[in-house]
C-alpha cells in the first residue's frame, strides 16, 4: 500500500480533527466516536510527519511506537506532543460498543486538545523542516525538499551533526507494510 505524501496526511488528520471538534458540541454524537477522530487526528499527524521525513512506518494505531520511531528518526518531539500517547486507547475500544468505560465530556475536550496540539506541530515540523541546518534550529536535523526534474518534489534525508561537519545519513531498507513515494 502506498503511504501517500505528507500534505495528504496532514489533510487526513486535520479532517479527524474536525469532525471531533463538531461532534463535541452535537449530542447526537456519541462521545467515543469524538475521541476516536481526535486520536485519528493525533495518529495522521505523526504518519505526515514520518511520510515527510521519507520513514516508513508500520500499519498500527499505537501512538507510543509512532512516538518512538519519529525520536529514534532525529525527530524533536516535544513533551506536550507526548501526551497523545494517552489517545492510543481511543483507536480500537471507543469505536464499538461495551468495549471501553464511558467517556466524559472532561476527556473528550482534553482529547480534542492533545489532537490540536498534534496537528499544529505536524504544521510546524513541516515549514521548519523546509529550511537548511542552522545554528538557530541547532542543525540536529533538517529535511528539506527540493525541485527534480519535471517540478516534482524530492525528499532528502536528514542532516545531522557529525563532528561539527554536517553530512548525509543514507536511507534505511524499505522492510514494512508503507511505501514512500
Excluded at 138 to 164: C, D, E, K, V, Y
Aim: glycine share 4%.
Amino acid at each position: 500500500m502506498e503511504a501517500g505524501d505528507a500534505a495528504e496526511w496532514l489533510l487526513q488528520a486535520e479532517s479527524d480533527l474536525t469532525y471531533a471538534k463538531l461532534g463535541q458540541v452535537q449530542p447526537a454524537i456519541l462521545r467515543n466516536q469524538v475521541a476516536f477522530h481526535a486520536e485519528q487526528a493525533a495518529e495522521k499527524a505523526f504518519k505526515a510527519v514520518l511520510v515527510h521525513a521519507a520513514v516508513e512506518f508500520p500499519r498500527t494505531h499505537d501512538l507510543q511506537s509512532l512516538l518512538l520511531l519519529l525520536r529514534n528518526n532525529g525527530i524533536s518531539v516535544r513533551p506536550e506532543i507526548e501526551e497523545a500517547s494517552a489517545l492510543t486507547r481511543f483507536a480500537v475500544e471507543a469505536r464499538y460498543p461495551g468495549d471501553i468505560e464511558p467517556i466524559t465530556r472532561e476527556e473528550v475536550a482534553l482529547a480534542i486538545e492533545i489532537a490540536e496540539r498534534a496537528v499544529a506541530w505536524d504544521r510546524h515540523v513541516a515549514s521548519d523542516s523546509q529550511r537548511r541546518p542552522s545554528r538557530r534550529n541547532g542543525g540536529l536535523w533538517s529535511l528539506h525538499a527540493r525541485r527534480a526534474p519535471g517540478g516534482r518534489r524530492q525528499r532528502t534525508p536528514p542532516i545531522l551533526p557529525n563532528n561539527g561537519a554536517a553530512q548525509s545519513v543514507p536511507k534505511k531498507p524499505r522492510s514494512t507494510n508503507w511505501k514512500v513515494r
